[in-house]
T-cell receptor, first 118, second 114 residues
Framework: DADVTQTPRNRITKTGKRIMLECSQTKGHDRMYWYRQDPGLGLQLIYY???????NKGEISDGYSVSRQAQAKFSLSLESAIPNQTALYFC?????????????????FGEGSRLTVL | AQTVTQSQPEMSVQEAETVTLSCTYD???????LFWYKQPPSRQMILVIRQEAYKQQNATENRFSVNFQKAAKSFSLKISDSQLGDAAMYFCAYRRTGNNDMRFGAGTRLTVKP
């Protein structure tokens, strides 16, 4: 089984609908992230969480919300989807970077959720 | 804010040849980490190589190596003996130490010609 699991893998919805993308992990990491990928723009950070009680906005949080239900679960919601939110969404986890201790804080990604808003 | 720039939207290489992908970044920090991720058509993000800024020695992972120039804020990826399976999008990424997020470049699409 994958260490970071995203559901659904693909979703088509209509403008104005509420959508939730879910992410669960078995890495035991405290840090979890949601990124959006658009062609030519790379990955942009939507929200991130460093523990269950810590939620932070990223570069492009408008129109999105998140919930950290447990250490292992971090969900992303689009309250009222619009067509320009059509994109590939990635959940990721990481450990804390520890200089000289072999931990560089690399991200471990899920397989992505492709969302299409019509 | 830290930014990561990949100036080559697309690159191509002949199978078995060597190719270098460019990345520059902007930061005022002295301690940080740099990464190259690969995204094949399967869309899975795969870590290729990483570099800790305090280490002067360039990181190497089999056919993949980096040229880390800290003063120039440059972090290029060299792929030797290119294989068809190397065809993918490659993303350069930057992360400060401590509790911070990771920032990505726009990516370079690498095509490998047989």
């Amino acid at each position: 089984d994958a260490d970071v699991t995203q559901t659904p893998r693909n979703r088509i919805t209509k403008t104005g609908k509420r959508i939730m993308l879910e992410c669960s992990q078995t890495k035991g990491h405290d840090r979890m992230y949601w990124y959006r990928q658009d062609p030519g723009l790379g990955l942009q950070l939507i929200y991130y969480s460093f523990d269950v009680k810590d939620i932070n906005k990223g570069e492009i949080s408008d129109g999105y919300s998140v919930s950290r239900q447990a250490q292992a679960k971090f969900s992303l919601s689009l309250e009222s989807a619009i067509p320009n939110q059509t994109a590939l969404y990635f959940c990721a986890t990481s450990d804390l970077p520890r200089p000289g201790q072999g931990s560089t804080g690399e991200l471990f990604f899920g397989e992505g959720s492709r969302l299409t808003v019509l | 804010a830290q930014t990561v720039t990949q100036s080559q939207p697309e690159m191509s290489v002949q199978e078995a040849e060597t190719v270098t992908l460019s990345c520059t970044y902007d930061t005022s920090e002295s301690d940080y980490y740099l990464f190259w991720y690969k995204q094949p058509p399967s869309r899975q993000m795969i870590l290729v190589i990483r570099q800790e800024a305090y280490k002067q020695q360039n990181a190497t992972e089999n056919r993949f190596s980096v040229n880390f120039q800290k003063a120039a804020k440059s972090f290029s990826l060299k792929i030797s003996d290119s294989q068809l399976g190397d065809a993918a999008m490659y993303f350069c990424a930057y992360r400060r130490t401590g509790n911070n997020d990771m920032r990505f470049g726009a990516g370079t699409r690498l095509t490998v010609k047989p």
